[in-house]
């Protein structure tokens, strides 16, 4: 693999190039995670047509070289799926555990098309180390528009950690304090707040991602080119992105192109034929 072709094949199975990697590292990884699935005893083959169908549309990836395992251990009450990183010398390899009751293609309200799709999409950005959009990007995968809209709210598995606390807390006050006066329910307003901040935050996003949808229409056409580049950027190109115009964008790309091999390898994905 000493290629553009080849960095270009491998992204469309799902190996992203993070944004610090360097071409022997990022090779370094595709071969650990490979030899890891070789190893694992208890992988599994769950990428059918529906799956490949979901993560090539939205995300422009098929992958098949991640290691899969049904188990409950370490995943909590409300937890129906897992991504587990395992660190070899710098190295992020990805695992992806999913409850047992997948095994007969539903959990409570989620499909196993829906989950997998959606873990798949952090096991493809696992070189990177970008929480802003993560969530934003990962719930694409979703039909369900409340999902989709809604599901994001929480940036990571601390904040959802931190809200229930905060409600517990507030509970705790309320009952201890209600013994001597009337009115503590006001305490109720502390995670209301909370949420209302979250849900600002999360409108944001949705509208950065929306307006750089728009004005990158004029430099792709379909949908899922379209979603390919904005689910490889970084935060702050997602950001920096939402207030260029479509010619600052092709500039930024064009300009770092040759110093970057994330970027390099999203030009030559998508948008290389359109500036020759």
């Given at each position: 693999m000493n290629n553009d072709?080849?960095?270009?094949?491998?992204?469309?199975?799902?190996?992203?190039?993070?944004?610090?990697?360097?071409?022997?590292?990022?090779?370094?990884?595709?071969?650990?995670?490979?030899?890891?699935?070789?190893?694992?005893?208890?992988?599994?083959?769950?990428?059918?047509?529906?799956?490949?169908?979901?993560t090539d549309a939205k995300y422009d990836f098929i992958m098949k070289d991640i290691p899969w395992t049904f188990d409950n251990t370490g995943l909590s009450m409300w937890e129906g799926a897992a991504l587990w990183i395992e660190d070899h010398s710098g190295i992020s390899v990805p695992h992806v555990q999913l409850k047992t009751g997948f095994k007969k293609g539903k959990w409570l309200f989620y499909s196993i098309d829906e989950v997998v799709s959606h873990e798949l999409f952090h096991a493809a950005r696992v070189a990177y180390n970008e929480p802003k959009y993560e969530e934003i990007l990962a719930y694409t995968s979703s039909n369900n528009f409340v999902r989709k809209t809604l599901g994001p709210i929480f940036q990571s598995p601390k904040e959802s950690l931190f809200f229930v606390c905060l409600l517990f807390f507030c509970l705790f006050l309320d009952i201890v304090l209600s013994i001597f006066y009337s009115f503590?329910?006001?305490?109720?307003?502390?995670?209301?707040?909370?949420?209302?901040?979250?849900?600002?935050?999360?409108?944001?996003?949705?509208?950065?991602?929306r307006t750089i949808k728009r004005t990158m229409r004029k430099l792709v056409e379909s949908d899922k080119e379209l979603n390919g580049i904005i689910c490889r950027l970084t935060d702050k190109e997602i950001e920096d992105f939402a207030h260029y115009t479509d010619c600052q964008i092709m500039d930024y790309f064009l300009q770092n192109k040759d110093k970057h091999l994330r970027i390099e390898n999203i030009f030559s994905l998508y948008l290389e034929a359109k500036n020759s």
């Open positions: 072709d080849d960095l270009v094949s491998l992204s469309r199975q799902g190996f992203w190039i993070g944004p610090d990697e360097s071409k022997e590292q990022f090779l370094k990884r595709v071969k650990l995670t490979q030899e890891s699935l070789k190893g694992s005893a208890t992988s599994c083959r769950l990428l059918q047509s529906r799956i490949d169908h979901i503590f329910s006001i305490f109720y307003s502390i995670p209301c707040l909370y949420l209302a901040y979250l849900s600002l935050r999360l409108y944001r996003k949705h509208r950065r991602i």
